[in-house]
Structure formats: C-alpha cells, structure tokens
C-alpha cells in the first residue's frame, strides 16, 4: 500500500457560517460521505445546539489537538456558490472587512440557507418554444403561405427570443387555440408546462429595439465585442445617445455567437421599468428580472431558472450581480455612477467594482454605462484600466436640448416689484420665476408634456418659530422635521417619527410659526392652483410606497395621461418620453451645500440627467434651471451639458485634501445611544488606531477627526465618525479589517463600530 493512503488523513473542511464573525469553521466528514466536496457546496452542520446550512470553502487541514465535529449532510450536488462567485466573496469580504459568512448570505436567496425552510412550490405555465427558424424571407414564405395567423405567431416568438407565454401569445396574436395545435404538427413549435418565477414583469410587454444601430453605436459595440476578458469598457454616452441598444446587441452576440450569459445591473427597477421592457423585448423569457419586489419565494423561482440555465440574463437591481450563471460572456451596470449600487449594511460592498471582480473571474467582459460617469470610473480610464467609449451624440438625430439659468435672488425680486400695488401676496412667485411659468403654460397649450425636478419632498422643508427662530428637530434624529400636507404632520425623513404641527412654539410660546424651504407637495399645490386643467402627478418616496407605484405612475405618463409630472430625484433616472419637451428644475441648489465631498458631483449628475430627460423626440425641448447659486460649478457646467469640463474642475478639488479617486477612503462610525459614552468611544477608537499607526510605523495613513457625523443622531442613535485616507489599497484592506475585527468598543451601552470603505456618503 503506497505510503500517502496511510494513516488515512482525516477529511475535514472548512465552512461559511452566517454569523457575524470574523471566522470560519472547521468540520471532519465521516468517511460514508462522497469526497471531496466542493467548494461553494450547501452543507448541514452542527451549529451552537442547532442545525445551520453553510457553505463548503474547501478542504482544510484539522487544527491540532481539538475533536472537530461532524457534517450532517451536504445538501447541493452542484455547488451553490460557482467558482468565480465563491472568489467574488471572498474578495468583497476582504475589500469592504466583512464577515465571509454574512458576505456568502448576502449573495444567496434567504430560503436556500434556512434549514428545513418550506420553499414555496413554483405555478406552471404553458410555455411555447420555437424549434424550426426560418431566418430568411423566403423560407417564410414558402412556409406559411397564407397561414398568417401562424406566421404571426412565429414572428412574435421569434421577437420575444424564441420563448413566450401560450396565454400572452395568443392574446398578442388575436387567435385561436387551433393555430398552436396546427403548428406543433408541423414541427414548428413546442409547447410544454414549465416552472415560472412569479414575475411581474412577466406580464408586461416588452419593447421592441430599434432595428439598426447608428455608425457611433456600431464602433461601440464592435470594439466591446473585440475586448480581451476581463476586459472594462467605460461607455460615456450623452442622455439619449442609445447606451441601451449597445448593450442589447452585445448581449445579443455573447449569448448566440458565443453561447455565453450575461448579467445587467440596472440601478433600481421600478425606475427603470423602460430599460427593463426593452430587454424584455429584445430577448423574452430568456430574461430574468431580480428586484426588491419579489418574495422570497420568487427570488428562490428566479434564482432557480438562471442556475438550470433556463434563463440567461439576469437583471436586476445591486445584488442581481450574484445572479448563478454560469459562462458568464459579459456584464453591464448602467447608469454606473447611482450611489445605490453601495450597500448600505454589511457586506457594504460597491456593486460596480464586485462586478468588476466576478468579471475577471469568468472571463467576461464589464460595460459601465452613464451620460455622467463616476469620478472613479473616469479616473480608471485615465489610469488605462478602463477603456473609454463615447457616444457623442444624441440617437435618431434628436438634439441635447439647451438650458436657461434664472437667477432666482434677482428673478424673485423683480417679480414681486412688478405686482400691481393691491395684489394680494402670492407665494407662487417665491418659488416659479415667469420664464418656467410661461413655459409649462405653453406646454400645457401644445398639449406636450412637462418635469419639474424638486429634490425634497413633503411640503415645507422644515417649522420655524417668528420670534425666537426654533425649528422643528425630531426627537430622535438630528434633523428639522419635514412639514407635510396630507395628512397634515410634521415628519421625519430618517426615522418616519410623526407628530402633529403645534400651534405655538414650544421654547417661546409664541403663535406663529412659519413654514420655510420647499417640498414637492406644496409644489404640487402650487402648480395646481395655477394650472387647475392639468393632470399632475407626483413622485417621491410618499406617492411610491406601493410596490409597483411607480411603474404605474410612469407608464401613465408614456400613455401621455400627465400633463406635468413632478418629482424628486426619482424622475431623473432614465426616463425616455419623446413628448417630454420641458424640464424644470425648481430649486438647483438643495444639494450643493451638503457637507459631503460628492455634493459638487451629485448635483452636475442630478442636474444633468434630468436635464436629459428632455427633448428626446423629434418636438425638441427645453430645460430651466432655477438656482441662488448661478456660478457653482456643477450647476455652470451642467447649463453646457459639458461633462468633461465639470471632471476636470472638480478632480482639480479633490487632490488637496485628498479625496476619492485620489486616495482610498474608509469611513469608521461609532453609534450608541448615549451621546457622551458614544463621544468617548469614537475618540477612544481613534487613539487606538493612531497608536497602531505609530506602532506599526504606518506612513501612509493619515486619520481626520474624530468628530460628530454631519447627521449627528439618526433613530435615537448618536453617530461619530473619523475618515481613514491611503493611497495604498492593500494597506487600506488591512487596516480597515484590523479595526473592523479588534477595535475595542464598550459593550455596554449599545455601541457600534463600523467601517465604510469607499463610502458614497459621509453623511
Ligand atoms: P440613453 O440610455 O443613452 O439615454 P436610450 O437607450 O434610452 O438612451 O435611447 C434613447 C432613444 O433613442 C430611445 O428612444 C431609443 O429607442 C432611440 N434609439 C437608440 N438608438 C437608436 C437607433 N440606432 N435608431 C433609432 N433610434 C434609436
Ligand atoms: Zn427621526
């Protein structure tokens, strides 16, 4: 017997537990069990005096000297968790200082780590397949002669990718059920009763891509399709240039050409309801659509069809990135610079760069998509780590449309001179200057349609009192409380803390208290007082909380039922309705002052996108920006729809302090509920890491605060924090997980410790 088989060594692996540990566990597998086990493989195991499901990481050596205890079962035959996805973990783990555990939980549906967890059963649905494709004129004609009703058929089939719904094809197709039957005899189509996620998106329609793709978007795509893997395209496209077709047609060739798959990253679903249809229309039921939506046993239903390979294309919001497939050819994130592609809770990973890792790990090429790239993604193409793609002009010959800036201190003034002596106070004026009033005015005439941008929602921002100034704070949070109509109360955006509009201020006494700043519902009231004929509607998180609201607000709008659509920065996301020929920002400046290195960045961003929604059909369109702060730079390079220049200026603000991309940047928080103990321990937090820099002889690392966070207490929780800046990432990975796993926190009164890294708001 060769030596090697004896002794036998004892099997043993490692495994991912969801707990909030910095760890893994190690167990022995009895010798009846096949070996090995695969990496990413669903095993049962004995945890804490119950039975957990984890995630096999591979065969480890036993630690000396302690009885390990037995697997219970392994519970895939396939792994889980494929390679790539498994590495991606662990590089999310490492990047952001996150538990393996809760990052592997993060990437699974609930269901699949729950033991014993009753996974709903899925409905069934006819489905119709084509089996013969007749890809010339000829061919079809021959075929089907003057069967129209099957050659309709066959053609929505095809359009829908060669898979659709018997009940949805025979409604779209008007016909009997007689045609199917008479088809299958012929061998033209199947039809079989299959699994189906309960997708809602299931039952829209899709819609169909423009046929032909215009020279620019043809170079685009061939030299995405000619990229090496791993390969990371930066697709900088003007507002309307057709980013969309690109990325149709590249998925088109990876999946028929290439046999691969693909993943698209939208930023949020109910936003993007357009791009989603599109897809839908270019590829049918090839296509997943992951989104917060779904029950988890949807999830699981959808979850399952990509890893059978059923479906091809996931897409979906952040986490639709961990989306099972296999072969994977390329992935897309659109609107790649959207804050919400940042998790907000561990694993507070970065959507964009995990794609990035997964990426390479397939072989697949990466398309980030925007009209307003990240400072990050064009720093990267800078470096030679991306390659820059431009879509300069706008699709179908449709113009960028111009911007006017109102100045609204002097607007405001003459408006209010210009009023007849007698003419009772109007608070219209404050807040439309007669250039965006006139101009909704002659939409309305022309019966086109108008956006109003307002980003702050509810009706005032915020109760002061006449005599001694107090404003209005929650209780809870650090923030004024947000004045709202309907119902009538005083609101926190934070915490959602109610309470009703006092009478009198509470510090004073005194009786009147004044409603001050903006909110998009007295905007609304405004804008319907002076319009009573037109159909209003109104997005922001209070008129969405439906799930599909705004999807159902949106659609409205495309079947030209609204008039004058406004809203917050939701109505800025990738909204195409060629009747949209005004857009008008009321107030430019809400975000301009917030005490964050991104507000420059998130105002030319939000400025110019919805400044993009406008005149994208052949009617043209205008946008009007109202501001107090005409000579901002993200507001005079937004007039000129001038990207290139608003980066230069504001890469030239973020070297000196050094900010991001010029230094990579971690957020440590330390919340509790008690503001002195929780000062303390922030500041005693912060000595710990300046006499581990000191120890260690870390140069480069340079610690800011500790201090207060901007927002200093959020649901009753005070919050502290100190920034970590380093222009070496590896050591940035260390030290970030050094003070995430040993940093000594109190334990008593509820303190926290977090670290952001690369955090898309210190707020
Ligand atoms: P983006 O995402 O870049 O802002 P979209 O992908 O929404 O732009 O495209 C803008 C509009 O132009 C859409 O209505 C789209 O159907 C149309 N379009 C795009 N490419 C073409 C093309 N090659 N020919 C005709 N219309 C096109
Ligand atoms: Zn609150």
């Known amino acids: 017997m060769p030596a090697s088989l004896w002794p036998p060594a004892p099997r043993c692996v490692d495994v991912a537990l969801d707990v909030p540990l910095f760890r893994t566990f190690a167990y022995r597998v ?78 699974l549906p609930a269901a699949l780590l729950q033991p014993g967890a009753a996974v709903p059963a899925s409905r069934t649905q006819r489905l119709v397949h084509l089996v013969q494709e007749l890809p010339s004129l000829l061919q079809r004609e021959q075929t089907f002669a003057r069967a129209t009703q099957q050659r309709a058929v066959y053609e929505l089939l095809e359009a829908q990718g060669g898979a659709a719904s018997l009940e949805s094809l025979r409604t779209q197709a008007g016909c009997s059920a007689g045609v199917f039957t008479a088809m299958v005899k012929r061998g033209l189509i199947a039809v079989r009763d299959e699994s189906v996620p309960r997708d809602p998106f299931a039952a829209r329609a899709g819609v169909a891509p423009p046929p032909h793709p215009s020279p620019a978007q043809r170079a685009a795509i061939d030299a995405i399709l000619a990229g090496d893997p791993g390969q990371v395209f930066l697709l900088h496209g003007i507002t309307g240039s057709g980013k969309t077709l690109v990325y149709i047609e590249v998925l088109r060739e990876v999946l028929r050409t290439q046999g691969r798959t693909a993943i698209v990253l939208v930023p949020e679903i109910a936003l993007t309801s357009q791009t989603v249809d599109r897809f839908r229309g270019a590829f049918g039921n090839d296509v997943a659509v992951l989104h917060s939506g779904l029950s988890d046993g949807e999830r699981f239903d959808a979850w399952q069809a990509l890893r059978r390979g059923e479906r091809r294309i996931a897409v979906g919001a952040r986490s639709a990135l961990f989306a099972p497939l296999e072969q994977v050819g ?27 890792v997964r990426a390479r790990a397939e072989g697949a090429l990466v398309v980030l998509g925007s009209a307003t790239p990240s400072l990050e993604s064009w720093e990267r193409a800078d470096r030679g780590q991306a390659v820059r793609l431009t879509l300069p002009d706008r699709a179908a010959g449709a113009q960028l449309p111009p911007v006017q800036l109102v100045d609204m201190r002097s607007a405001v003034k003459e408006a209010l001179a210009s009023r007849a002596p007698q003419a009772p106070y109007d608070p219209l004026l404050r807040v439309f200057s007669p250039v965006l009033l006139a101009a909704i005015e002659s939409r309305l005439t022309r019966g086109e349609q108008s956006l109003l941008l307002l980003n702050r929602r509810g009706f005032a921002a915020f109760v002061q009192c006449h005599g001694c100034g107090d404003v209005q704070v929650c209780p809870h949070c650090s923030i004024s409380l947000t004045y709202h109509r309907v119902p009538e109360s005083l609101v926190c955006h934070y915490c959602q803390h109610h309470t009703d509009v006092p009478s009198s201020c509470a510090r004073c006494g005194h009786a009147t208290l004044q409603r001050r700043g903006l909110g998009t519902q007295q905007v609304e009231k405004l804008v319907a007082e002076r319009f009573p004929e037109a159909r209003i509607a109104r997005m922001d998180v209070d008129t969405t909380s439906g799930k599909w609201a705004h999807t159902q607000i949106l659609d409205r709008v495309g079947r030209q039922e609204v008039d004058i659509l406004l809203g917050t920065q939701m109505i800025a996301k990738g909204l195409d309705f060629p009747n949209v020929t005004l857009v008008g920002v009321v107030d430019a400046d809400t975000g301009l002052n917030l005490p964050d290195f991104r507000a420059s960045e998130r105002t030319f961003q939000l400025l110019s996108q919805v400044a993009g929604r406008a005149g994208r059909g052949p009617k043209g369109g205008e946008v009007i920006v109202q501001t107090r702060m005409p000579q901002a730079h993200a507001v005079t390079h937004a007039l000129t729809h001038d990207f290139v220049g608003f980066v230069h200026e504001e890469l030239g603000a973020r070297r000196h302090p050094a900010y991001p991309p010029f230094v990579h940047l971690a957020n440590v928080m330390v919340s509790g509920v008690h503001q002195g103990a929780t000062a303390a321990a922030a500041t005693a937090a912060a000595e710990w890491v300046t006499q581990l820099m000191r120890r260690q002889g870390l140069r480069d690392l340079v610690l800011v605060g500790p201090a207060p966070c901007p927002i200093d207490r959020i649901k009753d929780r005070w919050r502290w924090h100190f920034l970590l800046k380093s222009s070496q990432p590896r050591l940035m990975t260390r030290v970030a997980r050094y003070v995430a796993e040993r940093c000594p926190v109190p334990a008593d009164s509820g303190l926290r410790l977090v670290v952001d890294r690369d955090p898309v708001s210190l707020l």
């Open 330 to 356: 390329v992935v897309i994130v659109d609107e790649e610079h959207e804050s919400s592609y940042k998790q907000s809770e561990t694993p507070r990973y970065h959507a964009r760069e995990a794609a990035i």
């Open 30 to 107: 009895p010798a009846e069990m096949a070996w090995p086990i695969a990496a990413g493989t669903r095993v049962l195991v004995p945890f804490r005096n119950r039975t957990a499901i984890g995630i096999c990481l591979g065969e480890t050596e036993p630690p000396a000297g302690v009885t390990l205890k037995a697997l219970r079962a392994v519970v895939d035959d396939t792994p889980s968790l494929p390679a790539p996805l498994l590495h991606t973990a662990r590089w999310i783990a490492d990047w952001y200082a996150a538990p393996l555990g809760l990052t592997v939980r993060a990437m």
